[in-house]
């Protein structure tokens, strides 16, 4: 069974500094990635996904993932972080048909002014 | 535009009682439906979708069930609570277009059960 491990369960940056979270997932076929966002009081919402096609996916917000098939990760990144970036960050695989979806554990980000 | 309530937001049980979680979506139809639960230190667990009315796939043997009584509501429900289903439960929805990966979630239902 496929699987999704992050290894960073709390981050703490101060504003400007560069992020990186890591992702690693366990299947070794072809995989569809996803990060997704859950900002304080609001929905869980996509951030980013990889389909096929460049590795380097760009998402909302200044966002982008690196698909590295020889590691199985899919790390997130962002040059510069925001203090609205506080968030806690999901990184997803497709498991299968409709759309199910295998989550990791998660990755409390807290960005101080 | 489509949207997705769950109810209630926050419940407190006692363990032995029965439980009804209610997730409705808006503005779409026939929707794949979903219930997810976080655990505390834990990712988000698939417990339940549903392709459609009265079609539900379990994804983990558990004390809990879900039912699809109509196209756009999905319950998550307990005979009996036990201590270990204390949790955040989601519920989200995506469309029938593809393999998108993109599903949309509810505000969450905060479950203790004591």
């Known amino acids: 069974a496929q699987s999704v491990s992050q290894h960073n369960h709390h981050v703490i940056l101060s504003e400007a500094a560069s992020l990186e979270l890591g992702c690693n997932y366990s299947y070794g076929g072809t995989v569809n990635l996803f990060w997704y966002v859950q900002y304080p009081g609001q929905h869980l919402q996509l951030l980013l996904k990889?389909?096929?096609?460049?590795?380097l996916v760009k998402g909302i917000k200044g966002f982008e993932a690196e698909f590295i098939k020889s590691k199985f990760s899919f790390n997130l990144r962002k040059p510069s972080v925001q203090w609205s970036d506080t968030a806690e960050y999901f990184c997803?695989?497709?498991?299968?048909?409709?759309?199910?979806?295998?989550f990791g554990a998660g990755t409390r980000l807290a960005v101080h002014p | 535009s489509q949207t997705i309530h769950q109810w209630p937001a926050t419940l407190v049980q006692p363990v032995g009682s029965p439980l009804s979680l209610e997730c409705t979506v808006e503005g779409t139809s026939n929707p794949n439906l979903y219930w997810y639960r976080q655990a505390a230190g834990r990712g988000l667990q698939l417990l339940f979708y549903?392709?459609?009315?009265?079609?539900i796939s379990s994804e983990v043997p558990q004390n809990l069930s879900a039912s699809r009584p109509q196209d756009r509501q999905f319950i998550l429900s307990s005979k009996k609570l036990l201590l270990s289903d204390s949790g955040f439960y989601l519920c989200?929805?995506?469309?029938?277009?593809?393999?998108?990966?993109?599903?949309?979630f509810g505000e969450g239902s905060r479950l203790t059960v004591l």
């Open positions: 549903s392709v459609g009315i009265g079609q």
């Open positions: 989200a929805w995506s469309g029938l277009a593809g393999l998108s990966g993109e599903l949309f």
């Open positions: 990889y389909f096929s096609g460049d590795p």
């Open positions: 997803a695989v497709l498991g299968g048909g409709y759309n199910k979806l295998i």
